[in-house]
């Protein structure tokens, strides 16, 4: 079975600092995809960067990284340069199977990030 | 980019009635829609998997009678909740997954359903 563990329930960081997200994941399925998203409290769910098993490089998108530590199984999310506008809850997800699967996504437990002004 | 819109964005309604959520995907087609709740202050929980003209298949403790999903087309899927009860109250979200996935972009959100049952 599949699982997400985020171990990090609230987090609290100075604007313009870096910050690191954390997120282990389990699975046996050698294929597998890493996904992180954002969640303010409109609710709405935004997708921010995706990870695949087989990725050679950590993925980036603008200021946010992904650090894939395979061996490990963990996946933390880097968002550099952090601005007020980061304050949300952040998910880390998971998909079992090829990308071209239609498997489902499960997500861990979230981690609300806080940016101090 | 893809896009889902998921009506209504709230809706309160009183014990024992049905209400609807529609999701839709409005430049692409969904074959397979994911369906989730969310209680307050913790995590999606999938509900349900569909896929277009067939079966949804449920995940385990959701009840199928109560939660009743339709894919009915590739781009309209719903979800309706039998006879609310208070507990029911929560935010219920779709995902759609256009066509038979696609890197990066093959999960679309709805905006999300916030529903209080009185």
């Known amino acids: 079975a599949q699982k997400i563990t985020q171990t990090q329930p609230g987090m609290f960081v100075q604007e313009k600092e870096a910050v690191t997200l954390d997120c282990t994941y389990d699975t046996s399925d050698p294929s597998y995809g890493l996904f992180w998203y954002k969640q303010p409290s409109s609710g709405e769910m935004i997708f921010l960067i995706y990870q695949g098993s087989y990725d050679q490089q950590n993925a980036t998108e603008g200021r946010y990284s992904l650090n894939f530590q395979k061996a490990r199984k963990s996946a933390n999310l880097v968002i550099s340069a952090s601005q007020l506008g980061d304050s949300a809850m952040y998910f880390c997800a998971m998909r079992e199977g090829q990308e071209s699967s239609a498997s489902k996504i499960i997500f861990g437990s979230g981690t609300r990030l806080s940016i101090r002004p | 980019g893809a896009v889902v819109s998921q009506h209504p964005s709230r809706v309160i309604c009183k014990s024992g009635t049905s209400v609807k959520i529609e999701c839709r995907s409005l430049d692409f087609q969904a074959t397979t829609m994911f369906w989730y709740r969310q209680f307050p202050k913790q995590s999606l929980m999938l509900m349900a998997t569909?896929?277009?003209?067939?079966?949804?298949?449920?995940e385990q403790g959701v009840e199928k009678d109560k939660f009743l999903i339709n894919h009915a087309s590739l781009t309209l899927s719903t979800l309706t909740v039998t006879s609310a009860h208070p507990e029911d109250s929560s935010f219920y979200i779709c995902?759609?997954?256009?066509?038979?996935?696609?890197?990066?972009?093959?999960?679309?959100f709805g905006s999300g359903t916030r529903l209080t049952v009185v």
């Open positions: 569909s896929n277009e003209g067939s079966k949804a298949t449920y």
């Open positions: 995902s759609a997954l256009q066509g038979r996935g696609h890197r990066y972009y093959g999960y679309t």
